[in-house]
């Protein structure tokens, strides 16, 4: 019974997001009726004390995260670098390779910084007039999309500033450029067989001589040449960002140690940070915090008109993944501390190898909520100590349990409940009948290039 209880809840939570109800308010909802099936009487202090701190925590750690994205993000956008960008790999490919120019697009942008959300608004519209031109059926624009920023660029390359890559560092003591070189194998894989995908769509639709189509919504005008900034002053904010992500994250430990006491004013005891924890974090934010001011530097006219309503923007789309991700943070304290998920937890124990173990916690918890990071983050706030044990008892490396979680929750979190995958498809005016086939089926392949990696670590020990 405490089983279905704890499965009751996931349901709930997945069906409500996928009718397009608000995780803020269902995720609570979801974790106390767990509660008051198992007690009743546990419903108010496991609102309180586990729900509500468990999500605090998760803002007070990486709200500053989502909210430099977004706003890093923001100026990308209004200062016309992102266009800019785009133009400078259409110039390289060619518009008669549209999916490799848009994937790349989409990997550079998510690379460099630039929130999903955000990298589906700018590339849109150029991905619309290059299939047009190539007359490629418009319904394989979203999966061209998702695959280049919804996957490789966003949790397998080393480096990457986005949250997905962010989490396992506060778990694990890690930082973002954990396990290069099965990241690097992965987004390999991952991009390889995902272009191979696309191509050969295109080609069947091509056979049965299906093009762009008519009669499609939320057609952008047709694309004219503009003035655009340079292609090396666009750039270089998201070089900056890439970079000193790096440096920062050597830095900071060197500079204040594995903890920080902070004596204030008339207070008995210092506040000891423990370094060792938010250093990855603390280096992202710097960096970040540098690329926004790298953008405005150098584009400050053009910024300045629009950048109070922009910044507004930013910050509302912010607010709601952060609290959109700790709602589900929150949830996942609540649902791991009841009698039900030790029934989860014993069945997924039972997977003798703690990376597979790991990795099909962490994919098929992203896949129920919908969220990658919402799915890591309860994977990891439940069962991260007993991924450590099995770790440190086979000799695996920390670095490689925080790549495989990484790209594991980038694996079946893209299912049709999915924030992201929503929004693709209401931007591009498609139907999940439509489209949503594509975006499965890349799905399916950065799910497979977890277990290539977890192969790889075995077969040749690098990481």
């Known amino acids: 019974?405490?089983?279905?209880?704890?499965?009751?809840?996931?349901?709930?939570?997945?069906?409500?997001?996928?009718r397009g109800f608000s995780v803020i308010l269902f995720a609570p909802v979801a974790a106390m009726l767990a509660v008051l099936l198992t007690d009743p009487g546990l419903v108010p202090p496991m609102f309180t004390s586990v729900f509500m701190d468990k999500m605090v925590g998760f803002v007070k750690l990486y709200f500053p995260v989502f909210l430099l994205g977004a706003v890093f993000g923001k100026v990308i956008e209004l200062s016309g670098f992102s266009k800019s960008i785009v133009a400078l790999i259409i110039r390289l490919v060619g518009r008669e390779r549209a999916m490799l120019a848009i994937v790349l697009v989409c990997a550079v942008l998510t690379y460099g910084g630039v929130s999903l959300f955000v990298v589906v608004f700018a590339v849109y519209p150029f991905a619309a007039e290059m299939f047009r031109q190539s007359n490629i059926p418009k319904r394989l624009i979203p999966g061209t999309i998702a695959l280049g920023a919804?996957?490789?660029?966003?949790?397998?390359?080393?480096?990457?500033?986005?949250?997905?890559?962010?989490?396992?560092?506060?778990?694990?003591?890690?930082d973002t450029w954990a396990a290069p070189w099965l990241g690097v194998i992965?987004?390999?894989?991952?991009?390889?067989?995902?272009?191979?995908?696309?191509?050969?769509?295109?080609?069947?639709?091509?056979?049965?001589?299906?093009?762009?189509?008519?009669?499609?919504?939320?057609?952008?005008?047709?694309?004219?040449?503009?003035?655009?900034?340079?292609?090396?002053?666009?750039?270089?904010?998201?070089?900056?960002?890439g970079v000193l992500n790096k440096v920062f994250t050597v830095?900071?430990?060197?500079?204040?140690?594995?903890?920080?006491?902070?004596?204030l004013a008339g207070a008995a005891k210092p506040v000891v940070t423990e370094?060792?924890?938010?250093?990855?974090?603390?280096?992202?934010?710097?960096?970040?915090l540098v690329g926004i001011a790298s953008v405005l530097l150098l584009a400050f006219g053009t910024v300045r008109r629009r950048f109070a309503e922009g910044s507004k923007l930013a910050i509302s789309g912010a607010l709601l993944a952060s609290m959109n991700t700790a709602s589900e943070?929150?949830?996942?304290?609540?649902?791991?501390?009841?009698?039900?998920?030790?029934?989860?937890?014993?069945?997924?124990?039972?997977?003798?190898?703690?990376?597979?173990n790991e990795a099909i916690a962490v994919t098929s918890l992203a896949g129920i909520t919908g969220s990658a990071s919402g799915g890591m983050s309860i994977a990891l706030a439940a069962m991260s100590d007993t991924f450590i044990q099995a770790a440190t008892a086979a000799h695996i490396p920390m670095e490689v349990l925080h790549r495989v979680a990484a790209m594991a929750s980038g694996g079946m979190d893209t299912l049709p409940h999915n924030g992201a995958v929503i929004t693709l498809l209401a931007v591009s005016g498609l139907t999940h009948k439509v489209s949503y086939g594509d975006i499965f089926a890349v799905t399916c392949i950065k799910t497979m290039a977890v277990f290539v990696v977890i192969g790889t670590y075995y077969a040749f020990g690098i990481y």
């Open 251 to 263: 830095m900071i430990p060197l500079y204040y140690g594995k903890s920080h006491s902070l004596q």
């Open 1 to 18: 019974m405490s089983f279905l209880i704890v499965l009751l809840a996931l349901v709930f939570l997945m069906v409500v997001a996928y």
């Open 329 to 356: 943070y929150g949830f996942g304290a609540v649902i791991a501390g009841l009698p039900g998920f030790l029934v989860v937890a014993d069945a997924l124990r039972a997977v003798p190898n703690p990376l597979v």
């Open 186 to 241: 992965g987004s390999v894989f991952i991009l390889t067989v995902g272009l191979a995908y696309l191509e050969w769509r295109r080609r069947q639709a091509l056979a049965k001589g299906e093009g762009y189509g008519t009669g499609h919504s939320n057609e952008p005008e047709e694309f004219t040449q503009q003035t655009l900034p340079h292609p090396v002053l666009a750039l270089l904010p998201l070089v900056l960002v």
């Open 275 to 288: 370094v060792s924890k938010v250093a990855a974090i603390w280096a992202v934010e710097a960096a970040l």
């Open 150 to 174: 919804f996957t490789f660029t966003m949790d397998a390359l080393p480096g990457t500033p986005q949250i997905q890559n962010i989490i396992p560092t506060s778990f694990f003591q890690t």
